[in-house]
T-cell receptor, first 111, second 114 residues
Framework: GQQLNQSPQSMFIQEGEDVSMNCTSS?????WLWYKQDPGEGPVLLIA?????ELTSNGRLTAQFGITRKDSFLNISASIPSDVGIYFC???????????FGAGTQVVVTP | EAGVAQSPRYKIIEKRQSVAFWCNPI?????LYWYQQILGQGPKLLIQ????????DSQLPKDRFSAERLKGVDSTLKIQPAKLEDSAVYLC????????????FGPGTRLTVL
């Protein structure tokens, strides 16, 4: 079946640093989503991308839809302690809203 | 606006027992999803409802898992009998019809099977 490869698996960074993570797939997606999940909570949508090459920002977050439609990137600038959590990418596989999720990138921010 | 509600939040059972989870989606959301999230992995879709009809249940282990959304509003997911590998967080999400990117997740039910 389709596989979403998300990397890195975890990141330990200092407050103020920038963070970059990505998702790649062997299949083409029509939509990419990026979610953040805090412990004991469900994922919360951060950014949605709909077009190849699209670059979208949400505060300190910036995400891009790869030109090949097989990858996506998420950047967090000037990290703060509340950025701690697990970040998931998700790709839409069909028109009925069936998303496939990556395994997540765990971000730990140290002061 | 109230979010997606799930109960219970935690459940511990022994293998071969039965368990049921309940989800109440955001009011007016026609699409409801159940996901299984094993520790260290991303959510995996188990079943998707559009109103009270099943859109996709291709990854639902139908020999032990069942789900229903009889009135097109709240939904229950049942496991009978449970296995050790069913230990996971079960997430419910809902979205407006056609707006699949607007999936709102509930807090999940953490199931531990001993």
């Amino acid at each position: 079946g389709q596989q979403l490869n998300q990397s890195p698996q975890s990141m330990f960074i200092q407050e103020g640093e920038d963070v970059s993570m990505n998702c790649t797939s062997s299949s083409i997606f029509n939509t990419w989503l990026w979610y953040k999940q805090d412990p004991g909570e469900g994922p919360v949508l951060l950014i949605a991308l709909y077009k190849a090459g699209e670059l979208t920002s949400n505060g300190r977050l910036t995400a891009q839809f790869g030109i090949t439609r097989k990858d996506s990137f998420l950047n967090i600038s000037a990290s703060i302690p509340s950025d701690v959590g697990i970040y998931f990418c998700a790709g839409l596989t069909d028109s009925w809203g069936k998303f496939q999720f990556g395994a997540g990138t765990q971000v730990v921010v140290t002061p | 606006e109230a979010g997606v509600a799930q109960s219970p939040r935690y459940k511990i059972i022994e293998k071969r027992q039965s368990v049921a989870f309940w989800c109440n989606p955001i009011s007016g959301h026609a699409t409801l999803y159940w996901y299984q999230q094993i520790l260290g992995q991303g959510p995996k879709l188990l079943i998707q409802f559009q109103n009270n009809g099943v859109v996709d249940d291709s990854q639902l282990p139908k020999d032990r898992f069942s789900a229903e959304r009889l009135k097109g509003v709240d939904s229950t997911l049942k496991i009978q009998p449970a296995k050790l590998e069913d230990s996971a967080v079960y997430l419910c999400a809902s979205s407006p019809s056609g707006a699949y990117n607007e999936q709102f997740f509930g807090p999940g039910t953490r199931l531990t099977v001993l």
